[in-house]
């Protein structure tokens, strides 16, 4: 087996109430947007209630959008972080038609209904608008039944080992390694991430020399208790990611994350088949069809949707339902401090494989993180190395009025009767 450490079984997933139609047992079957052979829908609350309204509220790269449903329950997502005023254009142009007025329970439908309706141009955006609706409707399910997310997906709240992740290429390895010595002394954290290459870098390093420096350089520094994991963040052709990954190897890394552009699988997956540690891969990847070739072909070890870009949960969910069995762990990217980190830990509580830690940013001072400080409570921490879940109802955060009042403000709404 690859790497060095086991899947961590978070808890089992609930199975949703209705079943869709699926194909005999001597028919094909094709898995339309994701769906395995005898998936089940999702039906957490009772038919009956009408979306009757979207709203958005954007901040510079953060945007958070609320639905409300005809009794007036209402549920808080967010849209993809960064450029968030585009895609809360698109939600509110190209999304929301195909939402208003459909029953709230009927979360797979929905999804299904934004992809085929906007077939024309169905990635990034639209998806991005999509994961701020649908993760306001688990919200609202979650608030309707008293509960927090996780529970309605069969996990429970238990912490969630987390890894300190780095996104600097600019400081210098002796520095890196004493920012890390020093999280690791303040926070507890056991596993960190560091970033080598450059990001879409053909080749090339952030500084000359800089990938062969800090590699051994944080291993040396942090000693063999804590564990390792390396993010190129698309950068090689595979002679050079197979080189780095046996650089890596070779100092005890965990996982070598987006070795080659993302969109080039077979690349991945030749650098996955030459290496003996785990590759991760999939951050930028929305297209359900695309996800069930990389995880047919192997091409990571560990499968990192983003629950923000992929378009929500519900999609997420169906990821991970594709790589059961499959051997391949899921840890869920979430390379920062906003809501993406809190929806992830709650998928990563319920997940019969997902991987052995939680993405934890540690850019602190970061402008996204200053905002995200204003945005919402409690504020995400980390404690001993693990993040805990808030036992309250859907997300288990409040909004802060604070933020929303300084917020460009949109809405759409149902005409309909």
Known sequence: MKGMLASATLGGMALPRTMSASPAEDEPHYGYLGRVKGYREWQVIDPGLKITRLETFN????????????????????????????TALVLHQKVARHVLGRDASEIDAINDRVIDANMKFP??????????????????????????????????????????????????????????VRLRFEEGFGAFKIRVGQSTGHDRDASPGRTEAIIPAIRKALGSEVDLLADANSCY??????????????????????????????????????????????????DLAQWRRMIAMKAVDILQPDICYIGGITRTLRVAQMARGTGQLVVPHAANLSLVTVFT???????????????????????????VREMFDPALQVRDGVARISPEPGW??????????????????????
């Open 59 to 86: 901040r510079g790269p953060l945007a958070l959008v609320r639905v409300t449903a005809s009794d007036g329950s209402t549920g808080w997502g967010q849209i993809a972080p960064y450029d968030a005023n585009l």
């Open 237 to 286: 052709t595979p002679p050079r990611a197979i080189e780095v990954g046996r650089i890596l190897e070779a100092h005890g890394y965990y996982h070598f994350e987006e070795p080659c552009p993302y969109w080039e699988l077979e690349w991945t997956a030749a650098v996955n088949a030459a290496l003996k540690m785990k590759v991760a891969g999939g951050e930028q990847d929305n």
């Open 123 to 180: 990635w990034s955006f639209v998806c991005r608008a999509l994961g701020g609706i649908d993760t306001a409707l688990w919200d609202l399910y979650g608030k309707k039944h008293g509960k927090p997310v996780c529970e309605l997906l069969g996990g429970d709240l238990k912490p969630i080992p987390a890894y300190g992740s780095s996104m600097s290429r600019s400081l210098s390895p002796e520095d890196e390694a004493e920012r890390l």
């Open 345 to 371: 830990m709650h998928v990563m509580a319920a997940l019969p494989n997902a991987g052995p830690y939680l993405e934890y940013s540690i850019e602190y001072e970061s402008e996204l993180t200053r905002q």
């Open 396 to 417: 288990g955060v409040t909004v802060r009025q604070s933020w929303l009042d300084h917020a460009e403000y949109q809405v759409s709404e149902y005409e309909g009767g």
